[in-house]
């Protein structure tokens, strides 16, 4: 990939993980009680699977609470308790399973915080901020006034590139709750992306003032700073986050998308993998270790790497430019670029005729058209 996309798909990336990163702490869904049930012999075996659900996710074994809740679901299918506290112990697992699971607790429960917040969470973290916002405008309609849904459904309306809106719907909440810092990190975030970077800054620096150890206000000031030009500044905020917290998945990867962007790749390729271990699976934190891992001249690692933040998100047809440049750049299989390329071209349909793709799928057609050729000449074992 080129330097310039290699370079934008780094900026993308450290907005779309810090608001994701805010999205996430607008509520997280807790296993909820079971509810009684009557004493027949289904309902009873439902409850004794939710029971042990609950006792498995208060020792945080997330993946086993999941499956006796899965369990609980299937005997009482129309239980929207059973499928949001299944939900709940999926994404606590990065179980990217977790959005489907959220969307059928909605389904049943319209009124659902929780299943709203989840459902909305999960698209978010597929690069779908459209479609979460969607989901949160129709749980804004039967709850207008609730903070925490304005505050998400803000962050979304930014990620979705509506910033302006954002805004608006942050100073909402910060009309009726001055001290909501999650709102006033919304509200600066917005404010930077339209380019009004002082009054970014006053929003950020306000809610440092009343969460002075808010690592994620400190993460939003760094994304200010980038925006000022200022990387060395960036990279000491979030240096400073991740001296408090190694772990702190959105500074590592905003730090993974300063480097990237400065083609430091190897600490672009830890950063990012230290996000992706602390549950930030997000595309573009996986595509950023993808590009990080192309910058080492790693090819089989920056395929793989794309290749999951492609299957995660199907609809993102530039992550199949990404991966032609790199079957065909380092690892010289014309046959995998040629996929690549198409698909590209296929996802792409108003391409200009001068567009540079057009031009590898004829090379590379003819190189594969070759290479099958000579294999029937020369067979194996002669």
Known sequence: MSATSSTSAARRSGRAVLLAALVSGCGAAAVPRPAPVAADPIATQAAQAYDEGVALARKAAWTDAAARFAAAARLRPDDARAWLSQAACQEHAGDAAAGETYARALALDAASLPAALGAARALVAREAPAEAAVVLERALAAQPDDSTLLVALASARCLAGYADEAHVLARRVITVEPQNVVALQVAGLAQADLGHLELAEIYLRAALTLAPRDLDVRVGLAVV?????????????????????????????????????????DRAARAFAAALGAGLTTCATTSGLGFALEGRKDGAGAVAALERARAACPDDGDLSLALGDVSEGLLRDHAAAL????????????????????????????????????????????
């Open 225 to 265: 700073a980038a925006r000022r030009g200022d990387d060395a500044r960036a990279l000491a905020e979030l240096d400073a986050v991740l001296a408090i917290d190694p772990a702190h998945a959105a500074a590592n990867a905003d730090v993974g998308a300063l480097a990237l962007a400065n083609r430091d790749y």
């Open 339 to 382: 996929r690549h390329y198409r698909a590209y071209a296929g996802a792409h349909p108003g391409l200009p005729a001068g567009h540079r793709v057009f031009g590898l799928i004829r090379s590379l057609t003819d190189l594969v058209a070759a290479g099958d050729a000579q294999a029937v000449d020369s067979p194996p074992g002669r």
